[in-house]
């Protein structure tokens, strides 16, 4: 197994139990420890009564301006990654995604990006990229299979809304709105918060409560203003092809991710 795939712990087929049994484990116990011990004082402490860590990976993030390898844990509960700093020794810039929350879907192969998957969530949403189609189904697998399991426990419905994923700055040479604007060093890009479209300033000049991402108005689109103030906002299926822009990313890891 490569480095992208999950490690090497596994779950037979109707072992339904297995993570109950491992939850109180000593093993399962020292490797959360050394997760915890990569991420230092800056992470946030993951042991807790019955998380299990399920395995883990490099695998390729879509982020605003470029991919980028991130280490990623995946939990009974929680999806955890950051930034390498020292293969399996530091990481750094630690996220938490509670699994109750993630949806998964995959993403078609096109050019050096291949064997993605969507991983979507109500607060911010973006494109992973394993080594293999193997490893792929893998991760999604066992994603799918945690959601599931604390769906069922629940008894809650999967999460209907998700963040829009952002367009890559790479993507869009000009203004997705108003096909207008060039972008230059002088004529910044900008991300709505509501369609993930790469916007001039012009065309972003609102902002609008999206409080499942922030507790403060956020940067949104005048096409999606005025869908979102009259109560009508559609899918991001518009005039605009999305055909054209398939790599999709988000925002963090960026030091203007603030646009």
Same mark, same amino acid.
């Given at each position: ?40 004082a800056a992470g946030q402490p ?5 998380r299990v860590l399920i395995g ?28 390498? %700093? ?6 750094? #810039?630690?996220?938490?995604? !509670?699994?109750? @929350?993630?949806?998964?879907?995959? +993403? ?38 945690c959601v599931g399991d604390l ?46 479209? %790469? ?6 000049? #609102?902002?609008?409560?999206? !409080?499942?991402? @922030?507790?403060?108005?956020?940067? +949104? ?39």
């Amino acid at each position: 197994m490569t480095e992208s795939g999950l490690s090497s712990l596994r779950f037979p087929p109707g072992e339904v139990k297995m993570v109950d049994r491992l939850a109180n484990s000593e093993a399962n116990s020292k490797r959360i420890a050394v997760v915890e011990g990569c991420f230092g004082a800056a992470g946030q402490p993951l042991a807790i009564p019955g998380r299990v860590l399920i395995g883990e990976g490099v695998l390729t993030k879509l982020c605003r301006k470029k991919p980028k390898a991130r280490q990623f844990f995946l939990f009974n509960d929680i999806l955890v990654y950051g930034n390498i %700093v020292i293969q399996k020794k530091k990481y750094n #810039k630690q996220h938490i995604i !509670p699994l109750e @929350s993630v949806t998964i879907d995959t +993403v078609p192969d096109e050019g050096d990006l291949r064997n993605g998957w969507l991983i979507k969530t109500p607060t911010k949403s973006f494109a992973v990229y394993a080594a293999t189609a193997t490893e792929k189904s893998e991760w999604m697998n066992h994603i799918g299979k945690c959601v599931g399991d604390l769906l069922q426990k629940s008894g809650k419905a999967p999460t209907g809304e998700h963040a829009a994923v952002w367009v890559p700055d790479s993507e869009a040479t000009v203004c997705m709105r108003c096909q207008k604007v060039k972008f230059t060093p002088v004529s910044r890009r900008h991300h709505c918060r509501k369609c993930g479209y %790469v916007v001039c300033g012009p065309c972003s000049e #609102k902002k609008y409560l999206l !409080p499942s991402q @922030s507790s403060k108005p956020v940067r +949104v689109c005048e096409y999606c203003y005025v869908q979102l103030t009259s109560g009508s906002l559609q899918p991001r299926t518009d005039s605009i092809s999305r055909s054209k822009f398939n790599n999709l990313s988000d925002d963090d890891d960026e030091d203007d991710s603030s646009d």
